[in-house]
Nanobody
Framework: QVQLVESGGGLVQAGGSLRLSCAAS????????MGWFRQAPGKEREFVAA????????SYADSVKGRFTIARDNAKNMVYLQMNGLLPEDTAVYYC???????????????????WGQGTQVTVSS
């Protein structure tokens, strides 16, 4: 079965950087899209970034555009989220998710994704 395992979270000061990793296994992902979402306490899960495994098209939330970069390593079945210029409001549990995607563009809604990881905590102190 499909498994997604996130890593790389932690505590960082505002302005710092972290790189999250997501290891995917269980099937061939060449026709999938992979997304990163986050959820802060008391808030809904929100879209952060997504990438298509084939072609590498990306999409970002406005709140992270220019600070975060999503990338994938097809050979390793890994997806990364490089987070620079972190702000206290970036504090959340970060989840990776994947879905088979044949439509145009890149999915951005949580309901578009079928499989989710367990999440990794990112805490940004001011």
């Amino acid at each position: 079965q499909v498994q997604l395992v996130e890593s790389g979270g932690g505590l960082v000061q505002a302005g710092g950087s972290l790189r999250l990793s997501c290891a995917a296994s269980g099937r061939t992902f060449s026709n999938d899209a992979m997304g990163w979402f986050r959820q802060a306490p008391g808030k809904e899960r929100e879209f952060v970034a997504a990438i298509r495994w084939s072609g590498g098209s990306t999409s970002y939330a406005d709140s992270v555009k220019g600070r975060f970069t999503i990338a994938r390593d097809n050979a390793k079945n890994m997806v990364y989220l490089q987070m620079n210029g972190l702000l206290p409001e970036d504090t959340a549990v970060y989840y990776c998710a994947t879905t088979y995607w044949s439509a145009l563009g890149v999915p951005r809604r949580p309901r578009d994704f079928d499989y989710w990881g367990q999440g990794t905590q990112v805490t940004v102190s001011s």
